[in-house]
């Protein structure tokens, strides 16, 4: 398998589009990133944050006090990634409804046919 694939696969994964679409606005610490992703699990959003920050797309700053202290931002290949990944979730958005038309279509001629 080709190792670039992985990183799309990271990258344009359900959470991870929208980890990197939050993280655009800013630093976050992990509960305000939950609440702004909105339905992820604490589990999946901890192994999103953590392959992103593997693959060099997310900061994790831990600063050591206690109760601990972490934000997550962006890096800059991070913001490469978001601005790309957004493109195409915009694109998605605004061709909505060509997208619907063409489903109609299909369906109305796998009806015919069957």
């Given amino acids: 398998m080709c190792p670039s694939r992985v990183v799309l696969e990271h990258v344009t994964s359900r959470w991870g589009v ?3 679409a939050v993280l ?3 630093s ?3 509960s ?3 609440r702004e992703v909105g339905g992820v699990s604490e589990k999946m959003l901890a192994q999103t944050l953590q392959t992103l920050e593997r693959d060099g797309f997310v900061n994790r700053d831990a600063k050591p006090v206690i109760p601990p202290h ?3 931002s962006l890096t800059p290949l991070g913001r490469q990634a978001a601005d790309q990944v957004w493109a195409l979730a915009r694109w998605a958005e605004a061709s909505l409804g060509d997208v619907v038309e063409a489903r109609a279509a299909y369906d109305r ?3 015919k046919q069957a």
């Fill in 18 to 20: 929208l980890v990197l």
């Fill in 24 to 26: 655009t606005e800013g």
């Fill in 28 to 30: 976050f610490r992990f």
């Fill in 32 to 34: 305000e990133l939950r």
């Fill in 70 to 72: 972490v934000d997550y």
């Fill in 109 to 111: 001629a796998k009806e």
